[in-house]
Every structure is written in structure tokens, then in C-alpha cells.
């Protein structure tokens, strides 16, 4: 695996084994977006956090993902506002398309270094479902008076390079990172307002005593009367039953060099990140040094070599010939967290403990926006109105250990109809 990242991130960061017993206020498990915004702003409730990193801080898909920082969730506005409720739907709503914001606010606040671009992200259509859905989109935020505009297939040719679109939506809250940069720079802000911050620190066990939760690692333990459990795509059994509640599914990343000049002024001439309105979802951007990252679905277990990540490359190719020849030198994967209702699931199943996962794609936004929020939370003593539906029991996927089977026949059945409507 060549992740791209850790050669183009210029912000280093190294914690520290724990080691030996520790207190806190709250334990934190995960040190990806959510771990690492919860600890932030927990801090900023004069409360202490220790974050538990089973690896590196952003090993797992939050130093793996394509980039995107996007406004919104996987379902519409009129959706989520069905689902939960007029005044959690909307506030959840307002959350999701807000939460880009928040992401850019602590870049510029803390001065992390992550190569940011707020150029807007487009979702594209590449037949008439999807127009129908970026039509939707449109209407709905204009509605609740965001600044969504929809684009017409020339606005697309003009915008992304190629003909393929039939239609699109841009929305200027958007836009991309270098996300591993990202993450370590939020560690560092979390470590500068007091977190600590443990790698290689993974939690085995977790107990409860008469006045706080245990969570026990290789070399250490952390008691703190409040448990954060935020691990993702990447959830074991720590907490029983929380790995069924998500499909681990595997997103692949190809990615260029820096193009040449004169190829790179032809592709995506916006500059904003864009995603596909399709099932088998395809996403990509130009990074600050002009290199072509290329994302979606691949293989539902680990890569074996060049030829997972083919598909993205001749992909590219079909909305822009003009790449042929050029190398592709870097690729990776990661696991993102998909829910059975394709939510954000923050779970509270006993007193003290949170468990928040399940991002759907959209975790740059979403899971630093949902660290704020699970850090209000705990600060109020449960008593805050935050923007997240809050359950008390856990929502598992019926027959969950044969997910990868299930997940390898769909993504192939759904590929094939998506390559079908793009012909």
C-alpha cells in the first residue's frame, strides 16, 4: 500500500505507549476525526480527555479517505427531517451542511497545515436517477436557503473536463484536504489544550468498577467516569455488539503524480471535489500540487497488487483520454463505516458511555462535527439539545458475520448497473 499521504503530509506527530494507570475525565477510544474532536472540545469544557489509539494516530481511514470534506448526509434534507422528527431532522439536517464549516474554522484556528481548498463539491449525475436526485438536492437546500446550485451538462463539461454529466449539484460549503495532515494537526491542537494522546495503545478490555470505566490496554489502563468509543470502520469487540453495527467496507484510492501543465488545466477546471450519484460511488479531486485522486469501491478485503485499483484507473481514462499514458504510482484503501440506515449512529446503551460511528463516506465532516457535539453531551451531563439523534440500543445488521459476502455480491451487481448507465 502507497498512501499518498504520508508523503505529502508536511505535519508530523508522535505520541507515546501508555503506560502504567492513568485517570481522565472521559477515555476516549479511536484516534481518528471523532476521537480527536471530542478530546478538543472537551478540553474546551475545562474537562480532560486520554485518547487511545490502537496504531498510529490516523491509521485508519481518517489518514485513508479521499479527501473530501462534503456538506450533508448520504439521505436528503426531507428524508432526514421524515425520519427524525421536524426539529431533530432539521437540526441534524443543519449539522451535516454546516459541518464542513467547522472543519475549515479549525484549520484557520489552529493553523494546521493540510493543504485546504474550500472549492465546493459537486455530486454528479451520470443518469436520470441521478438527475432526479441532484434536482432534489437543489430544491430542498434552496428551500432551507443554502446556496446549492444546480448545474446543467454544459455547466458540468465546463466544470469537471468531460462530457460524461448529465447534470449536477455544487455546493460552496465544500471542498478538500490533505486528510491525514488534518488529523494530526487536530491532534496536536487537542494535545496543546491538555488531551493526552496514546498510540500504539490499543483497548482490550473494558470494565466497569463502582465509580468508572476501566479500559485496560497491553501496558496500561485509563479510569475516567465517562467512555467514548469512536472507532469506525475499524470497531472490534470491545464493546459487545457495536462491531455489528456497522459493514467495515473497503474504499481504494488510486492517485497520480503531479499531472503536466497542459493535461492538468483540462480536468476539473473548478477545482472542487466531486462524488457520483450511484450506488457504486466513484469520487475524485485535484490536490494542491495537481495530482488526480480517484476513489470508490474495490475488493471487500485487503489489495493483492496493482490490479484492485485498475478499475478507477481506466475509469479515469473514459472521462479523460487525454491521461493515457500517465503513471499512477500511489494507491491505498481504507474501511469506512456503513450503517444499516446509512446514519450517523451515536449510541448511549448505559450510563457514561458513548458510541459514535458510522459516517457513510462522509467522516471528514461528519465525525469532527459529531466530536463537537458527543463533547456538549458529556459536558451538559447529558442535558444539552445537541443536533445528533441519540440511541439507547444498538442498531446490528441481521447475519452480520456474512458481511463481506454480502457486500462483495451487491458492490458487483450494483458496478454492474452503474457501468450499464454510464455507457
Partial sequence: MRNL????????IATERLEGAVTADVAVVGGGFTGLSTALHLAGH?????????????????GRNGGQ?????????????????????????ELSFSAPGLV???????????????????????????????????????RRGGAVRLLSADDMKAMTGTPRYRAGALDPRGGH????????????????????LHGQSRARSVRRSSTAWQVTTDNGSVAAPTLVICTNGYTDGLWPGLQKTIAPIYSYIAATDPLPESVMRT???????LYEASWDVIYYRLDDEGRLLMG????????????????????????WPQLDGIA??????????????????????????????????????????????????????????????????????????????GATLTVAAHRLQDRLRRR
Fill in 328 to 405: 499512477w504510482p500511489w494507491s491505498w484503501h481504507g474501511q469506512v463505516a456503513i450503517t444499516r440506515d446509512h446514519f450517523p449512529h451515536l449510541t448511549t446503551p448505559e450510563d457514561g458511555v458513548h458510541l459514535m460511528l458510522g459516517y457513510n463516506g462522509r467522516g471528514i465532516a461528519m465525525a469532527t462535527a459529531s466530536g463537537r457535539e458527543v463533547a456538549k453531551l458529556i459536558a451538559s451531563d447529558g442535558k444539552a439539545e445537541i443536533a445528533l439523534p441519540v440511541r439507547t440500543a444498538l442498531d446490528q445488521f441481521p447475519f452480520h458475520g456474512f458481511w463481506r459476502m
Fill in 5 to 12: 499521504y504520508r508523503h505529502s503530509s508536511r505535519t508530523a
Fill in 267 to 273: 480536468i476539473m477546471p473548478s477545482g472542487s471535489a
Fill in 177 to 196: 484536504i490533505n486528510p491525514l495532515a488534518f488529523t494530526r494537526g487536530l491532534a496536536q491542537a487537542a494535545e496543546r489544550a491538555g488531551a493526552r
Fill in 296 to 319: 470508490g469501491r474495490g475488493p471487500q478485503r485487503e489489495a493483492r497488487g496493482d490490479r484492485d485499483y485498475r478499475h478507477l484507473i481506466d475509469y479515469a481514462l473514459k472521462l
Fill in 46 to 62: 475545562g474537562l480532560k480527555a486520554v485518547v487511545l489509539e490502537a496504531e498510529e494516530i490516523g491509521h485508519g481511514c481518517s
Fill in 104 to 142: 475549515f474554522e479549525l484549520i484557520a484556528e489552529h493553523g494546521i497545515d493540510c493543504a485546504p481548498r474550500r472549492s465546493g463539491t459537486i455530486r454528479a449525475a451520470i443518469d436520470q436517477a441521478g438527475v432526479s436526485q441532484v434536482t432534489a438536492l437543489a430544491e430542498q437546500c434552496s
Fill in 69 to 93: 470534506v462534503n456538506p450533508g448526509l448520504k439521505h436528503l434534507p426531507d428524508e432526514v427531517e421524515a425520519r427524525f422528527g421536524g426539529d431533530l431532522g432539521r437540526r441534524f439536517s
